[in-house]
Structure formats: structure tokens, C-alpha cells
């Protein structure tokens, strides 16, 4: 599994955007907005990793109980 979901410089791209500082014709934002239409998985993959990840945490909270 990567350990990232967006490259430094599609972060800074989508900090940008939502600083309102970039606009879509930037051709990284562009590409990810093609992404994010095409890769429905993607959103439920974060969400699955999140829910994981609370569950690690909440079992590694209650053995070192």
C-alpha cells in the first residue's frame, strides 16, 4: 500500500485551490479532477482506512489497560 494518496506538489495544488489561489486550469488540478470523477474506490478506501485505523487505536488503548 502507498503510504500517500496525493504527490507534494497535488497538495499544494489542492491548498491552493482551496485557498483560492489556483483555478482549474491548472493542469495538475485538472488531472485530479479527472481522478476524483473516474476513481469512485478511492473515497470509500479512505474511509475504510480511517475506520481501521480508529479500531487499531481503540484495541491498542484497551491492552495497554
Not at 507534494?8 to 482551496?18: H, K, N, T, V
Not at 476513481?39 to 479500531?55: G, P, T
Amino acid at each position: 500500500m502507498r503510504s500517500y494518496i496525493f504527490t507534494p506538489a497535488e497538495r499544494r495544488a489542492i491548498q491552493g485551490f482551496l485557498d483560492r489561489k489556483v483555478g482549474f486550469s491548472d493542469p495538475v488540478l485538472r488531472r485530479l479532477k479527472y481522478r476524483v470523477k473516474e476513481f469512485r474506490r478511492v473515497a470509500e478506501d479512505v474511509e475504510l482506512y480511517l475506520r481501521f485505523k480508529a479500531a487499531l487505536a481503540e484495541s491498542e488503548a484497551a491492552a495497554s489497560t
